[in-house]
């Protein structure tokens, strides 16, 4: 796919890996949308990239994302790209005797229902583009879970399942769908956890480089190794990820 002269949407793209994609995209000639729901990190955003719109929203309020969703719609029909990448992980145990509702509702709604939902109110615009993707970024623990994030495992899961289907659906149309699966990214979200991280920027240019050779499942650095672990050698990998 033509990575340049896009309209792109970005969910989360003021932080982490949603902020490494608007940058290099928007270097690359696309215009940026990104919406977040940490004004002050879109008002940075602004600061260093004037020309990126932004919008604030929470995207686990169905209401708020139907307000932005109705923006978009109204505001940039040229919209050709949604990159689904909001996110939220949290780390808890179920044996730990309390309940954990508000945390389990919010990687649900944010993880997995918002992009579902945003994917369908949006897909309409998209079919009208000559070119046009989606793409989800999931991540490796979709496909090998670990202990400590069972719901957030869950999510990313379910949402590999979304973008094959999805993929299976919108094939012959002018919509391409893409998932990106990295390995651990140094983020605010996985602060002091695990080693041998890649950097947001690195994941930014490879899932880039491969979305322009047209590759709809790009597994990142170590993601290959786990998955083929995984697949052909089960128990050592569970083994591995049992207590992380």
Not at 78 to 96: K, P, S, Y
């Amino acid at each position: 796919m033509k990575l340049n002269g896009n309209t792109i949407l970005i969910t989360g793209g003021a932080s982490g890996i949603g902020l490494a994609l608007t940058r290099l995209l928007h270097r690359n000639g696309n215009k940026i949308i990104v919406c977040g729901r940490d004004e002050g990190r879109l008002a940075g955003l602004k600061k260093q990239l004037p020309d990126v719109v932004t919008y604030p929203c929470d995207l686990a309020d169905e209401p708020s994302l139907d307000r932005f969703a109705d923006a978009v719609l109204a505001n940039h029909p040229d919209l050709n790209m949604l990159i689904n990448n909001a996110g939220v992980q949290h780390n808890f145990q179920f044996t730990e005797g309390r309940s954990h509702g508000p945390l389990i509702r919010e990687e649900l709604d944010t993880n997995l229902f918002a992009p579902i939902r945003l994917t369908d109110r949006l897909l309409p615009l998209l079919l009208r583009r000559n070119s046009a993707a989606i793409v989800n970024i999931t991540s490796a623990l979709a496909f090998a879970p670990k202990k400590s994030a069972a719901v957030y495992c869950a999510t990313k899961s379910a949402m590999r399942s979304f973008t094959q289907a999805l993929r299976y659906q919108l094939d012959g149309s002018s919509v391409a769908v893409f998932e990106i699966v990295p390995s651990l990214v140094d983020t605010r979200m996985t602060h002091g956890r695990g080693k041998g991280k890649i950097t947001p920027d690195f994941l930014a240019g490879e899932a880039v480089d491969a979305i322009a050779m047209d590759k709809h499942d790009i597994l990142i650095e170590k993601t290959k190794l786990l998955y083929l672990l995984y697949r052909f050698f089960p128990s050592t990998a569970r083994r591995l990820l049992k207590n992380t």
